[in-house]
């Protein structure tokens, strides 16, 4: 397995007169496809799926999901074949229309289309057999990529370059990202999470693998909830990759940033503070929102 790859960099976001200092860690360049917390998640996952002799992946995901992109070009790369269960039977007939769905079948992958009551029932062990019975034996990889595999990678993402920040900021989804940041992190270091979904339930799924206590959620900048986003990020988004000339996604990082700078506009870090925020990746999903956004007559992401 050839997982192998040099640790992202950090670049400096230029901040005027605002008496601390950012820097944003690019996971999103580790590879044009398999990329940021993704990579991360799935690196371990695919080893013990080779170590236990599988040929097959199959995982759970949305219309627009990073997740299953990730997996059909991870499979694609090593050699496995790849299924993904997708939420939503209306999604079957739109396959070539949706740009996730479309690059995942350009991948090799297949798909199961699933009503989202059904969806509900994916972890049952009623659901998986089925599953088992029409795809035969296959590697689990849960929602979002969040197990205790993926902690381990997301472990990884901060190295001792990284040990003179004050905080470090990512956004959340499933948990497993900011656990693993949690982890690596010094005890001194405040881990900050910037939660796409709404609800506090991310707090029993995060301490389920944290291992310090040196964390909180921030919950005032998801937008309404998972995949919600209004003119004000997207001006966000396009004036962020205007200056910096970094492209955000906007489903997790684009949201996460426009917190942090929020939150440094109010004062919320002590003068001299050093932030370091994480560029999980997820730049695929950028066309999918755009053809959401185009139907509500709504300025288009850059």
């Known amino acids: 397995m050839i997982f192998k790859l040099e640790n992202s960099i950090n670049q400096r976001i230029n901040l005027q007169n ?34 236990q002799g599988f040929k097959t992946l199959l ?45 995942a079948k350009q991948h090799g992958m297949a798909f199961k289309f699933v009503s989202r009551t059904n969806y509900r029932q994916k972890g049952t062990p ?33 190295t001792e370059d990284d040990k003179t920040f004050d905080f470090v900021c990512t956004a959340v989804g499933t948990g497993g990202t900011i656990s693993g940041l949690i982890n690596c992190s010094k005890p001194r270091q405040q881990v900050l ?13 995060i301490s389920k693998f944290a291992k310090q206590s040196n964390w909180e959620l921030i919950t005032d900048y998801h937008f309404g909830g998972y995949a919600k986003i209004n003119e004000e990020l997207v001006t966000f988004i396009n004036q962020f990759k205007a200056d910096y000339n970094i492209p955000l996604d906007p489903v997790y990082t684009g949201k996460m940033l426009f917190g942090v700078f929020d939150l440094i506009e109010k004062g919320y870090f002590p003068k001299g503070s050093r932030i370091l925020a ?25």
Do not use: W
């Open 18 to 51: 605002k008496g601390v200092e950012l820097y944003l860690k690019r996971e999103d360049a580790i590879h044009p496809f398999v990329s940021g917390n993704k990579y991360r998640k799935l690196k371990y996952n695919l080893q013990e799926a080779e170590k």
């Open 59 to 103: 995982t759970f995901g949305g219309a627009f999901s990073n997740h299953i992109a990730a997996v059909a070009a991870a499979g694609a790369l090593f050699g496995f074949k790849t299924i993904g269960v997708i939420r939503g039977e209306e999604l079957e007939p739109e396959i070539d229309n949706n740009p996730t769905l479309n690059f």
């Open 126 to 158: 009623e659901f998986l057999d089925q599953l088992k019975k029409e795809f035969d034996e296959f590697y689990l990889v849960p929602e979002g990529g969040t197990n205790t595999l993926a902690v381990k990678g997301c472990e990884e993402i901060l």
């Open 193 to 205: 999470g910037f939660p796409a979904l709404k609800g506090d339930f991310l707090q029993i799924d």
């Open 278 to 302: 994480i560029h999980t990746g997820g730049l695929q999903g950028i066309s999918g929102m755009n053809a959401l956004l185009k139907k509500k007559n709504l300025p288009l992401i850059a």
